[in-house]
């Protein structure tokens, strides 16, 4: 009995220790997700110019450059066929493609979907589940919310109202194989082969979207 109670007492605040080092991780990256402000902008003026320009809305990509907000750049616009190609698609001032077409494949899009891609920061000030990470949004449907909209290659959208979003969150080699606000579970998994907890459905932004189990 002395040998449990010992071993007990080595071993619990090891585990209060490392539940304490979760914590404090989920809460530096829903402190720096709750700073991205820019994203539900993106999705505010993605509605706005596609009810003004609705085919003819172009493809435009937005640096971010509020050192608080841990988002990069949002790209949104149409995908042409050519962005399906990185030797082909759309390039930006730089001679980079607007929209990462790895992301495009990892989602299924579609040649006229409308989309905005949101990149992250990557300096080492921004957590690590958010670090470099990738996602995309499609706009959907006003009258079926199960549809994407999109533009055909005669020019004609299919839709002319967006009423959400939906998010794809890629765990692909693309996002290093964790999707964006995973957080490892160290003190419940081996190094090897680590478990996650998703935190984004406690975002007070667009980024619930992204919520993955």
């Known amino acids: 009995m002395q040998i449990w109670i010992s071993l007990a007492s080595a071993i619990l605040p090891l585990l209060v220790s490392a539940s304490v080092g979760i914590e404090y991780e989920v809460q530096k990256t829903l402190s720096s997700i709750n700073q991205a402000y820019s994203l539900d902008r993106g999705l505010q003026m993605l509605s706005a110019q596609f009810i003004q320009n609705g085919a003819n809305l172009t493809t435009t990509a937005y640096t971010i450059t509020d050192n608080n907000d841990p988002v990069r750049q949002i790209t949104m616009g149409f995908v042409q066929a050519d962005d399906l190609d990185s030797n082909t698609c759309q390039k930006d001032a730089n001679n980079s493609c607007y929209f990462n077409t ?9 040649a006229g979907d409308l989309i905005m891609e949101v990149a992250f920061k990557t300096s080492g000030d921004i957590p690590p589940s958010l670090r470099s990470k ?12 199960t549809e994407r909209i999109n533009k055909s290659s005669s020019g004609k959208v299919n ?12 765990s692909s080699a693309l996002n290093n194989n964790v999707a964006l606000g995973s957080i490892s579970l160290q003190n419940t998994s081996s190094a090897a082969s680590p478990a996650y907890i998703n935190i984004l459905n406690r975002s007070n932004n667009g980024l619930q979207l992204c919520a993955v189990t």
């Open 102 to 110: 790895q992301l495009l494949t990892d989602s299924n899009a579609s």
């Open 134 to 145: 990738v996602v995309i949004f499609y706009a959907m449907d006003l009258k079926v919310d």
């Open 159 to 170: 839709h002319a109202s967006i009423s959400s979003f939906t998010c794809v969150n890629p």
